[in-house]
């Protein structure tokens, strides 16, 4: 194992960590069905590369065409991509959180987010189409050679402090008393409702906040990755990252995480291992996607809760479900 | 302006593809509460069955028929053994919604390796051309018209003068109620899932025979437009669907004579975004969209 394939997995590791404690906020804890989840990510990715990059015609770019190219210096585009994660969520919760029943929700943000890619692929000129960006400069490269084994190790404790970040402000915000309504709106809407909480306002807020740690995630995964084509965010992407909540753990932090581990780097780690030259060509991809599918079916079945299951918040002194039911049955 | 007729004729032929994919997923959504978002992946193997058929040297309108067959016994497969437990365990919508998408992405997968990454396309003589006022369409789009109109209609039939169709919608108004009045539930949802997958199948044949080519990843174009059409007439509302897939297929072909033709789906999303603002319920629901779910 060399330090670059560590390098490369930590950091991988690190964005869909991040990545699942935005969408257990929205899924796990509010219950926004977010389908179009890595529409964000993807949003985020475009900003921090086109906020990173010299404009289009700089010598070595010109093969490609996009708007903006600013240049700017680390840490501006991480920031701008989780700025724009936040903004793409206002006009798509207005849209579909304000009326919508809780399916239809599901499909319109499944079918925004095979539309968009669809758009994207298709309209050359506004981020290069299909082929994507490429050459997106490295964080801070000016200062650290990005061909070290230093600079692998600088990015992996930048992701990290992200990580950190990320994982303390989800905790405040699910233990705190705006995490409190938004389970009582994921439990019971119209009981929500009758305690005096908005259901609207707190689902367009979770939905922003969640916007804004995906843009990061995408902006993490760009700077290190260096390239960024619709091709890597289609809509299954989405589908990975809700089988590894589901297997983690809904509604819990260390469920997100435990999911993230196992699901997109356990999983695909250990299935990349399996030889291609196994079967046709594209047999070996095709079965780890029915594998996704399986695990999702096999969980939803057996064991809904996930391996973590969100621990129950009981109050001392209030009446326990258990106890109720005894209490019934005598 | 001939430009607009011709692409008229072509929306003439798109709607009526569209109903019959729209009437069938609006039924199972109405009828068993079932949001289908593998209702794309079933239509596309069923026109790959076709095309296997089409490929052993048989006209196309037999591979048509074992389309329609395998769509009926893919998709009650799947509710007897995938939905029906689900929903009997007391899964809830969103949960049979990420189930169903799981189901989606399974079998779009499973038949990857199968028939490759490929385009393909039925080996068929198109017919001669027929030629009215400025519209030119191929004898097989004739065809395609002439299939959807008997379709709606064999469907308006039993819905409306058959036991079945009215233990249907009895079903669809209170299952619990329709059972207590004596109406087999399971058998009447069995049914309907033999008779909308069918039109899933064949909506799948005729999808493909109306593109010249189609691969796997036509599936989730042909979901999109069977959703667009169903929500904007109403979810669960077999008429409603009719008149969205008339709105839908002719304003798509417009938009493709006058924009670009590879942004058909995405003025179908940009009428379904325009349904949830404005009138989420559909044009013929009360309820729709808007309704709690359960």
Known sequence: ?330 | MDLYVAAFGFGLVGMSVIAIAAVGFTMQFGITNMINLAYGEVMISSAYVAYYVNKAGITIWVGMIAGALFGAVFSFLLNRFVYAPFQRKGTSHIGMVIVSLAVSLMIANLLLPIVGYYSVSYQDTTGGLLRAGGIVLTTNQIAIIGVAVVLMLLIHGLLRYTRLGKAMRATAANPTLARNCGIPTQRVIDSVWLITGALCGLAGVVAAMDSDSFAISNGAGFLITALAAAVLGGAGQPYGAMIGAVIIGMITELSAAAWAPEYKEVVAFGILVLVMVLRPQGLLSKRGALAAAG
């Not at chain 1, 399916?103 to 925004?112: F, G, H």
């Not at chain 1, 801070?140 to 990580?163: G, M, R, W």
């Not at chain 1, 367009?204 to 084509?229: D, E, K, R, Y």
Request: with cysteine.
């Open chain 1, 1 to 330: 194992m060399n330090s670059y394939y560590a390098a490369n997995l930590l950091v991988y590791a690190g964005v869909d960590i991040i990545a699942l404690l935005a969408l257990n906020l929205q899924f796990g804890v509010s219950g926004i069905v977010n389908f179009s989840f890595i529409v964000f990510q993807a949003v985020g990715a475009y900003t921090a590369a086109v906020l990173s990059m010299p404009p289009d015609t700089t010598f070595g770019y010109e093969f490609q065409v996009y708007f903006g190219g600013y240049h700017l210096p680390f840490p501006i585009p991480w920031i701008g991509g989780a700025i724009a994660g936040g903004f793409l969520a206002i006009p798509v919760g207005l849209v579909v959180l304000r009326k919508l029943r809780s399916d239809y929700q599901a499909i319109a943000l499944l079918v925004l987010s095979i539309i968009t890619n669809e758009v994207i692929t298709n309209a050359r000129p506004f981020l290069n189409g299909a082929a994507g960006l490429a050459l997106v400069p490295q964080p801070l490269s000016d200062v650290i050679d990005p061909n070290t084994e230093t600079y692998q190790y600088f990015y992996v404790a930048i992701t990290a402090v992200c990580v950190v970040l990320v994982f303390v402000v989800a905790n405040r915000i699910v233990n705190s008393p705006y995490g409190r309504s938004l389970r009582a709106m994921r439990e019971r809407e119209i009981a929500a409702i009758a305690i005096g909480k908005n259901p609207v306002q707190l689902k367009m807020t979770v939905f922003i906040v969640g916007g804004v740690i995906a843009g990061l995630s995408g902006a993490i995964l760009v700077g290190f990755i260096q390239l960024w084509a619709p091709s890597v965010w289609l809509y299954p992407e989405t589908i990975i990252l809700f089988a590894a909540i589901i297997v983690g753990g809904r509604g819990n932090n260390v469920g997100a995480i435990l999911g993230a581990l196992l699901v997109p780097v356990g999983f695909e780690e250990v299935t990349r291992f399996i030889p291609s030259s196994f079967g046709p060509p594209g047999l070996i991809p095709a079965l780890q996607w029915v594998a996704i599918g399986l695990l999702i079916i096999g969980f939803l079945w057996f064991r809904p809760e996930g391996v973590r299951p969100e621990p129950r918040h009981v109050f001392e002194g209030a009446p326990v479900r258990e106890d109720l039911e005894d209490a019934r049955a005598s």
